[in-house]
């Protein structure tokens, strides 16, 4: 399954492997393995700090035959410290050479956000270090306009066949669309029953940009990192409702939870270390849920976000 993209047409799978929090220690053999198992997309970006292991994983598969780069579907994201036009189309090279890749498949600004500049050379990645001894986060007046022209650039030279945006707002979507030479193929969002965000979503439909879901377990990665919110709620794969939906269609949670987006037309990227989970995860498109089941997962909305810069160091209210 896959949705083909605006405006180039390419085909994006639906189905994809997310390389947040894949350890660098065990992330070629974990991209290599999800290539063995089926996945073709590979979600990463310069913050997760496992490019170059990602980018070993592919090489390997593609020198043992499994794939051919044409096979495959690449994203990654350029992080908030190289939003001005002088580091745009340098960290796309530097993105690209730490996979080993001569072009992204998808190359996203991951927030609408612009800290001040960080050497690559001194750190990287940076994460919120913005150079300061005290640790505090700055910041840097470059709007979107600048960075997305030299997003464009990086199309019309070849670094990219698609672009996009991350964890962007309804009114930012609007306002990049009026100065846009190329419109954002793909925005990816935050999206699980917990936070549905239809509005967004029917933004996105509205205008031809496809729609990419992150955290589709909801509070599951986030309860790793002691995220106190997530650690209230649950986790979802284990709430009463879904696992009884699983049950009835003799799926796992897991499954329900994804095939929820899938149904109707959101690519998820999920990620996991276990083979099996891995092959349940891409083959979860093997049945379809009720209307009235999916409006009832959709109930579960509380718009709560777990993903939101507002707890970031530098408080940041882009969600406000």
């Known amino acids: 399954m896959s949705v083909a993209l605006k405006p180039s047409g390419q085909q994006m799978p639906l189905v994809g492997f997310g390389l947040w929090k894949v350890p660098q220690e065990t992330c070629a053999d974990t991209v290599y ?79 609408p ?24 986060m700055e910041f840097e007046d470059v709007p979107i306009a600048e960075t997305w022209a030299e997003m464009e650039k990086a199309v019309e030279i070849g670094y990219a066949k698609n672009i996009g945006i991350s964890n962007f707002c309804g009114a930012l ?13 793909v925005l990816q969002i935050e999206h699980h029953p917990y936070l549905t965000q239809p509005q967004l979503i029917a933004l996105a439909e509205q205008r031809g940009i496809a729609v990419t879901a992150y955290s589709s377990f909801g509070p599951q990665s986030f ?33 329900v939870l994804l095939r929820w987006a899938t149904q109707r037309g959101i690519a998820v ?21 009720t209307p009235d089941e999916i409006d009832k997962i959709s109930g579960l909305n509380v718009g709560l976000r777990f993903n939101d810069p507002a707890d970031w160091p530098g408080k940041i209210y882009i969600f406000a």
């Open 33 to 111: 393995n999800a290539i063995k198992v089926g996945y073709r997309l590979f979600d990463g970006a310069q913050d997760y700090g496992n490019e170059k292991e990602a980018g070993d994983g592919v090489r390997r598969a593609i020198a043992d035959g499994l794939v051919k780069r044409e096979d495959l579907f690449i994203t990654s994201k350029l992080w908030n410290t190289y939003h001005s036009k002088e580091h745009v189309l340098e960290m796309t090279k530097k993105s690209l050479a730490d996979w080993g890749l001569d072009y992204f498949d998808l190359w996203l600004i991951h927030f």
């Open 113 to 136: 956000i612009a800290q001040k500049y960080v050497d690559p050379t001194v750190r990287y990645p940076p994460n919120f270090f913005s150079g300061t001894d005290d640790g505090t």
């Open 173 to 185: 979507i609007i306002d990049l669309l009026r100065h846009a030479k190329i419109p954002p193929a």
């Open 223 to 255: 309860i790793e990192l002691g995220h106190p919110l997530a650690q209230k709620v649950g986790l979802l794969l284990e709430a009463d409702f879904i696992t009884s939906i699983a049950k009835a269609h003799g799926k796992t949670p897991a499954q």
């Open 269 to 289: 990227i999920p990620k996991s270390n276990s083979p099996q989970r891995l092959a349940e995860n891409l083959n979860h498109v093997g049945f379809d849920l």
